[in-house]
């Protein structure tokens, strides 16, 4: 599906120099001289190397067509990440550098969306938000400035994140999967 390459996105995938490439990074420039062009970052699914690419704003690329079907985390082991479809119970298994660092935010039963260019896996979408408990983190310090202070912890999974000063270790909190942000404590 040809798209303008002003409708280049973070996360679309695009078939680029007989490569799938997945967008990482896109600047709109509009420089005094000449025209406007959209600086891309992309990094290939099959090769794993990385492409700095300028497409004027009167170029078309080519999206490319992806099928989405939704399925349930089932476990880990050392080289894979394991999946069942809902409805044919079909189970599959991704690799873990295919899947990075948020495959360690998978828990049992987590439903995520998988995308499939030809029949093949090519990426997997997490819920948007997870709950989580704090493992460790470290002590308020006393009289920080309340604005924008935030301290590193550690979540259940071994992820590092930054929160608020008032969250202490036990407490349960909703993270952002795309940035892995702190959102908001659980009550």
């Known amino acids: 599906m040809k798209i303008s390459a002003t409708e280049i996105r973070v996360g679309m995938i695009l078939e680029h120099n007989n490569d799938l490439w997945e967008v990482l990074k ?3 420039v509009k420089p005094g001289k000449g025209g406007a062009f959209n600086q891309v970052e ?22 490319a067509l992806l099928d989405e079907k939704k399925y349930n985390f089932l476990f880990e082991d050392d080289e894979n990440y394991h999946f069942m479809e809902q409805v044919s119970y079909e189970q599959i298994s991704i690799k873990k550098s295919k899947i990075g660092e948020k495959g360690k935010l998978l828990k049992e039963n987590t439903e995520v969306t998988i995308n499939f260019h030809d029949e093949n896996p090519l990426s997997v979408d997490l819920p948007t938000t997870i709950t989580c408990k704090v493992k460790t983190t470290d002590a308020a310090i006393k009289n920080q400035t309340a604005s924008s202070s935030y301290k590193p912890a550690i979540i259940e999974n071994d992820v590092k994140i930054q929160v608020p000063p008032f969250i202490e270790s036990e407490d349960e909190i909703i993270i952002d999967t795309r940035t892995l942000e702190y959102l908001k404590k659980v009550k």
């Open 26 to 28: 896109t600047q709109h």
């Open 42 to 63: 992309l990094k290939s699914i099959n090769k794993n190397t990385k492409l700095n690419e300028r497409f004027r704003s009167s170029d078309t690329v080519e999206k």
